[in-house]
């Protein structure tokens, strides 16, 4: 079983960046697809990022597209979200989980398991 745990959240100002981290433990998650979603209070979980396993494929939401980018240590069973220009829409609970294997890559359902979730605020 893998076990996920995010860092790296925090409260920043717009136009500013911060690197979140997921970490992974237990079997090893090089194998996976590792995806990045968020959630917004009273809003479904959203997909922002996905990185192949080997790092040489990524996807990305249009509303971060340009400004985020994801990328994997696999050495370090570790997979990072660098945020640039945040913007006070991009506040949310940021979430990292191991996709299936099979199915879309944008929808959750298809990401299993799940980590606890770091807070991001950006301020205006």
């Known amino acids: 079983q893998v076990q996920l745990v995010e860092s790296g959240g925090g409260l920043v100002q717009a136009g500013g960046s911060l690197r979140l981290s997921c970490a992974a433990s237990g079997r090893t998650v090089s194998n996976y697809a590792v995806g990045w979603f968020r959630q917004a209070p009273g809003k479904e979980r959203e997909f922002v990022a996905v990185i192949s396993w080997s790092g040489g494929v990524t996807y990305y939401a249009d509303s971060v597209e340009g400004r985020f980018t994801i990328s994997r240590d696999n050495a370090k069973k570790t997979v990072y979200l660098q945020m640039n220009s945040l913007k006070p829409e991009d506040t949310a609970v940021y979430y990292c989980?191991?996709?299936?294997?099979?199915?879309?890559?944008?929808?959750?359902?298809?990401?299993?398991?799940w980590g606890q979730g770091t807070q991001v605020t950006v301020s205006e």
């Open positions: 989980a191991a996709h299936r294997g099979s199915g879309s890559y944008y929808y959750p359902d298809t990401f299993a398991p």
